[in-house]
């Protein structure tokens, strides 16, 4: 399978956690990476290999995996999190990348 | 501080092609590769293909075989995207994007540029 299924939305209110997720057959085989993208601005790394953080980033992002599934977790979020959350891996060859549709975090 | 700079908005008719470049500082270049990654508007992100900078190996995305290429130059540490053939939905911003040097997002797609807009219209 080469595609990454997101939730096309999501929120939580400020302070709490929120679990966002991607589905795919290749997240068995791969890594997921995790990118926020706020409005008009170019995608930054927030998680890559499960669950390792760029420098930089929050300790409040974290991510896991179990089969199919890949999570990103903000545990406490703030309103700076309000962005667009896109996934990506390889797919099954291994020769292509493919990411998820995305999912829009509201932090009400 | 690793830094990728591109290249400034273009407007071209169809049919034409478009290039848009990249400049990369802060690392060492041939040992990484780029991801070059478009975004419709409104719309989310589309892996176009990936090249290394340590040999020049490519890989395209099956969508866009034959109609991108994908170079850099070692000597002034950039990378290029050529997209020809070009249609109305190929109006997009482009980003280039520093990944691994071996194979397409073995660890991380990491630092991207700031995006170029292509338009393209009659």
């Known amino acids: 399978s080469s595609e990454l299924t997101q939730d096309p939305a999501v929120s939580v209110a400020l302070g709490q956690t929120v679990r966002i997720t991607c589905q795919g057959d290749?997240?068995?085989?791969?890594?997921a990476g995790w990118y926020q993208q706020r409005p008009g601005q170019a995608p930054v790394l927030v998680i890559y290999?499960?669950?390792n953080r760029p420098s930089g980033i929050p300790d409040r992002f974290s991510g896991s995996s179990s089969g199919n599934t890949a999570s990103l977790t903000i545990t406490g979020a703030q309103a700076e999190d309000e962005a667009d959350y896109y996934c990506?891996?390889?797919?099954?060859?291994?020769?292509?990348?493919?990411f998820g549709g995305g999912t829009k975090l509201t932090v009400l | 501080q690793i830094q990728l700079v591109q290249s400034g908005a273009e407007v071209k008719k169809p049919g034409a092609s478009v290039r848009v470049s990249c400049k990369a500082s802060?690392?060492?270049?041939?040992?990484?590769?780029f991801s070059w990654v478009r975004q419709a508007p409104g719309q989310g992100l589309e892996w176009m293909g990936w090249?290394?900078?340590?040999?020049?190996?490519?890989i395209y995305a099956q969508k866009f075989q034959g109609r991108v290429t994908l170079t850099t130059d070692t000597s002034t540490t950039t990378g290029d995207m050529q997209l020809r053939r070009l249609r109305s939905d190929d109006t997009a911003i482009y980003y280039c994007?520093?990944?691994?040097?071996?194979?397409?997002?073995?660890?991380?797609?990491?630092?991207w540029g700031q995006g170029t807009l292509v338009t393209v219209s009659s």
């Open positions: 290999a499960k669950n």
């Open positions: 994007a520093r990944d691994s040097g071996a194979r397409p997002a073995v660890n991380a797609i990491d630092f």
């Open positions: 802060g690392y060492t270049f041939n040992t990484y590769g």
């Open positions: 090249i290394s900078a340590y040999n020049g190996n490519t």
């Open positions: 990506n891996s390889r797919d099954r060859s291994g020769n292509y990348v493919i």
């Open positions: 290749s997240l068995r085989y791969y890594y």
